[in-house]
């Protein structure tokens, strides 16, 4: 009788025991996905109520606080979020239609890079900025002169944009260590025509981070419009 | 037998009323809240004594006889599953009008309330009189009388709790809560702190003292000579400098404060807000989150500078400014 | 197979030792690296074994402090500690994971007619995940221990507290995500992995519970995570999340903790419930009465729980208008659980009944769930929660629930289910005598609470009025044959495992898929994958139970 390991080892194909067949393992994997993505969607839903009913109490200070984030590079990092989006979506087609694991790969490292671009821009022009300019909670944080009696909500506003924007981050550095996994599996011929659920998968996830970033930035950078 | 099913009864009663089952009704709504209580149990008793007692007889007329190895079919029964989802949802409703109603009307204080301050801090109940005695983990208040307690924290949660009354309420930081009752049996009962709050919480307890209107009167003037809230509260408005703004005049800087209290006050984005405690509160603390209709939003936050106390001196000052008569541009 | 069976046989068992998932393979690392679902809920069960020992000497000392008004043990602070540490560990590390992990991991594959479950990895990691909230947080209690209560309400728990309630929201936090993995892998096996033949319908009703359990750890844990990570920011950087000082409020960590904690103790009910299905109609060898109507009830509970939380802030400042919505559907989420009770009742109707200790403890259920769930009616009823909230009331109303129905199950689903975990019978006559004991002891101890509740005793009390001593010393007295009870089936459990009578694969002759396999089972639980042709407790088609029972 053998165990779990080696028939996975001997298995070229990724097919794992506990399963009939290839078909219904590809069901579970995406079932297990959106599943997943519920609990992320409650998770970040958590601190967006939060952030919300501070915002409605408070107005004036998170506008003020708002004022001091960079639309700019939150435009430009949306941007480029979306478009990491569409080659994560073209690194599957790539591996649906059959093409070659270098056509895989390439995509998959443009996702990347664009992956890296985001959090390049916001950790160097965004926080780094922010510490330098005593605005960072925790950090050597100055209240300023103007805004009065709204410096400790302000304070509160960049709390919120740090920790939303923080755990957003942190997923994008998992997506991009997924990425990289998928990068050598792809490397190693697993990805066939009839065989990429675990590029399907992560792609989930991948978009998923992205939305949540589409709705991070008109909720913490345009409030003034 | 009808004589042992009485003496039966009477026993249950007697006991009832000698066990120590429920503190002592002493509020104008303890005995409605008893009732409901009572209700309660009745119907938990009814049903876990008839579901007890079905079960112990299926159990022993069911019991597997030796050589019986399994049991004939039963049917589900739609009547039985619509029965038992309709029966208790309507007991349920039953519950839910009785006790919500109970509810709404113990919420709002009557207009006439007597109105006695609590600071709650850790590990003590500082009441505040407005005519000026002040007592620690203790609460005088005269019979008969409705007396609404408005209450805040020095520091974490804590609850105000008078089992006698069943009234109860959390005590909040940065905020004003507040519960009314009405006393009707002179006596000393418990207060406790209901909501744990640290170290002492079950030591931040104290008694509540109910006497007759002429006992409480002569208390009140027998305490320390101090005066009243409002008249403490008159001389930090002046000492704060309240009144360079609030002169009260016509070109005045700041809204005049005269018998704006309970009334509802314009405010610049267009609607009304009434101007209670929480109003009054938020505008010596927060100054810059109210902006009265016709007046610039200059008003500096006093945060830091007034402690609960004095912001309920200044509050009871506010509350005690007569209305004038209005001038122009008010 | 001989005829006349040896002293430490019971009938069926054949007299070889068979490969099973237990010795298939020896040593530590085949434990701690197994993906054998089967192994990682003896893994969960050895964890929350060791939890409810941590909690229950927290309870002990409680109690026995609570003997005298003054407090006859220890210091107000350390009592402060004591309790904290009893409710984190007991809800967040032993009763939530309780069931699921234990039983729902070994028998959710089993019952469906699976070789594993659908994610075997995840669902190591999630054990190993867990386990290391638990050291942390022995840690935590080890190093001092929190004094906030399980609850953390702030600007305590964030401003005033001189605990680590850094580390002790952190260990909530991780072991946050163990109750993620699990949820996620039972959600999908039970979609995906069902056997040829088994249809929704045809499943058993623990699967329906344990369903249902999981979709509320899927979307309910996730904001008790970020609670906590609000929390351990709040503690680490002060900038006044909850600190009305600096604009924070104090309402919305109530908000968030009972959004997560109210559908929490559906998550400790619901697999109970399960447990006490299957029991029922395995002791009374028939069909369950209202297969469907317990089905859907149990979907019921795990939607309209997520509507209920403001229940436990009637006091605490919300707005009249809050305080009737919330109570309305409090009151609605009563029903199905009492739908429940009566189907489970009606099964018994000219059943065939008998009297092992898992049925004992099934029986022992539905009293004391039922005394238990209808107290929640008063707490769910407006008028009364404003005199009963924060009171020894509540304490007893979720004993009740938790202990006397809960951990009830719990024991009457290890009892019923031993046999098949570890191929070994227990000594039933010892097991009915525990049953026994721990009902007594739990009524004693926590009856008295409901007078002590309505008499105004507040709870978390280090010290109490002198005159609710007599009540505190019953209920004492009552939690010492408790402990006892609970010593007893440790004793005997494990002395069944070297020299109980060696068990066929189904003693009791009850239907379900994991009785037709050998016991223990396989480590792909099936020789040949199972096909599914009728509905679930056909005890028409029933073998006979192995032992001779009264």
Known sequence: ?225 | MMGLTQFALNSMAALWAGLPLSPPAASSIAESVDHLYYFLTGITVFFSVLIFSIIFYFMIKYRRRPGQQTAPETHTSMFLELSWTIIPSLICVVIFVWSSALFVRNARPPANAREIFVIGKQWMWQIQHPEGPREIDALHVPVGEAIKLTMTSQDVIHGFYIPAFRVKKDVLPGRYTSVWFKADQAGVYHLFCSQYCGTNHSEMIGWVYVMSPTDYAAWLSAGEQSESLAQQGARLFTQLGCDTCHTGTASSTGPSLAGIYGKPQKMAGGGTQVVDDTFLREAILTPSTIHVAGYPQIMPTFTGQVDEEQLLQLIAYVKSLQPQERTNGQ | MSTTATIDQAPGASAEPQINYLNARYGVKSWLLTLDHKRIGLLYLGTITVMFIVGGIAATLMRLNLLEPQGALVEPETYNKLFSTHGIVMVFFFLVPSIPATLGNFLIPLMIGARDVAFPKLNLLSWYVFATACCLMLYVVATGGVDTGWTFYTPYSSLSSHTDVFLAAMAIFIGGFSSILTGMNFVVTIHKMRAPGMTWFRLPLFIWAMYATSVIFVLATPVIAVTMFLLMLERLLHVGIFDPALGGDPLLFQHMFWFYSHPAVYIMILPSMGVISELITAFSRKKIFGYSFIAFSSLAIAVISFLVWGHHMFVSGQSVYAGLVFSVLSFLVAIPSAVKVFNWTATLYKGSISYEAPMLYALGFIGLFTIGGLTGLFLASLATDVHLNGTYFIVAHFHYIMVGGAVMALMGGLHFWWPKITGRLYPDLWARFAALVIFIGFNLTFFPQFVLGYLGMPRRYAMYPAEFQALNVLSSAGASVLAVGYIIPVIYLIWSLRSGPIAGPNPWGAKGLEWTTQSPPLTENFEKTPIVTEEAYNYETAPAPEVARV
Request: aromatic content about 18%; overall charge neutral; some cysteine.
């Open chain 1, 1 to 225: 009788m053998s165990d779990a390991a080696t028939v996975h080892d001997a298995n070229p194909t990724g097919f794992a025991h506990q399963f009939e067949d290839l078909e219904q393992q590809r069901d579970a994997g995406r079932l297990g996905m959106w599943v997943f993505l519920a609990t992320e969607i409650l998770f970040f839903g958590g601190l967006f109520a939060a952030y919300t009913i501070y915002r409605s109490l408070h107005p004036q200070a998170f506008l003020i606080g708002s004022h001091l984030l960079e639309v700019k590079f939150g435009a430009i990092n949306t941007v480029v979020l979306i478009c990491s989006s569409f080659t994560m979506a073209m690194a599957i087609r790539s591996a649906q239609t059959g093409r070659k694991k270098g056509t895989i790969i390439s995509w998959l490292i443009l996702t990347m890079l664009l992956g890296a671009t985001f959090l390049f821009l916001k950790f160097r022009f965004e926080w780094y900025h922010d510490y330098v300019d005593h605005i960072m909670p925790g950090f050597g944080f100055h209240n300023m002169p103007q805004w009065g009696a709204n410096a400790p909500q302000v304070q509160m506003f960049m709390c919120f944009y740090f920790f939303m924007t923080g755990l957003h981050a942190l997923h994008m550095i998992v997506g991009i260590g997924i990425l990289t996994t998928l990068c050598i599996m792809a490397a190693r011929g697993k990805f066939t025509k009839h065989y990429f659920a675990p590029l399907e998968i992560s792609g989930l996830y991948w978009h998923f981070v992205d939305i949540v970033w589409i709705f991070l930035f008109p909720l913490l950078y345009l409030i003034r419009y």
